[in-house]
């Protein structure tokens, strides 16, 4: 099994092998060119980000310069996706988001996992966890996603949280922790 199999299956893997420092150099010519673009090419936005990314249900994405990502093919938006500047995911395990996703500026979302053991952390080996985002969610700015973190549809999540466990639909969560204080009634 390559490591890159590992990292995508969510088990160990070292994050300094070849095969994946070199993806990880292609993607950021990418993302280098793509946050080069004028904010007014939307065409030549729109090309690269459907050649970069997973997958992208239509052709009502934005995402405002500058992007970063690892490796972008394990990114997936819904419908009518709109990110601001300076959105980071790092995508070493899927990162899933639905419809009607709305991301503030400074938002990171975290996949890659690290030991807490010094001498394990050494090594460069790491494992990655998917987070999944919702329909009809809106991350305010400056938000942290961790690894393994699902949040449900109608969200908001206010903006300076940290999120670090699920977050269930139909609620506004804020805080670091990131925690509910409000239900939402849907219609």
Excluded at 16 to 31: C, F, S, T
Aim: net charge negative.
């Amino acid at each position: 099994m390559t490591e890159k199999e590992k990292m995508l299956a969510g088990m160990i893997y070292s994050a300094v092998d070849k095969q994946l420092l070199e993806e990880l150099n292609a993607v950021k010519e990418i993302i280098h060119r793509y946050n080069v673009l004028s904010p007014a090419d939307n065409a030549g936005r729109l090309d690269i980000l459907k050649g970069l990314l997973g997958n992208i249900a239509d052709d009502e994405i934005i995402i405002n310069q500058p992007f970063y990502c690892d490796y972008g093919k394990q990114i997936s938006v819904g419908k009518r996706f709109f990110a601001n500047f300076h959105f980071t995911v790092l995508d070493e395990a899927k990162v899933t988001i639905g419809d009607n996703c709305f991301i503030g500026p400074n938002v990171s979302i975290y996949t890659a996992c690290h030991s807490t053991d010094p001498v394990k952390r050494n090594t460069r080996n790491e494992w990655a966890e998917p987070v999944t985002i919702g329909n009809n969610v809106w991350i305010g700015g400056s938000v942290t996603i961790l690894p393994g973190v699902t949040i449900g549809d109608n969200v908001t999540i206010g903006a300076g949280s940290v999120v670090t466990k699920d977050i269930p639909s139909n609620v506004v969560a804020v805080g670091n922790p990131c925690r509910v204080i409000k239900q939402i009634e849907t219609k």
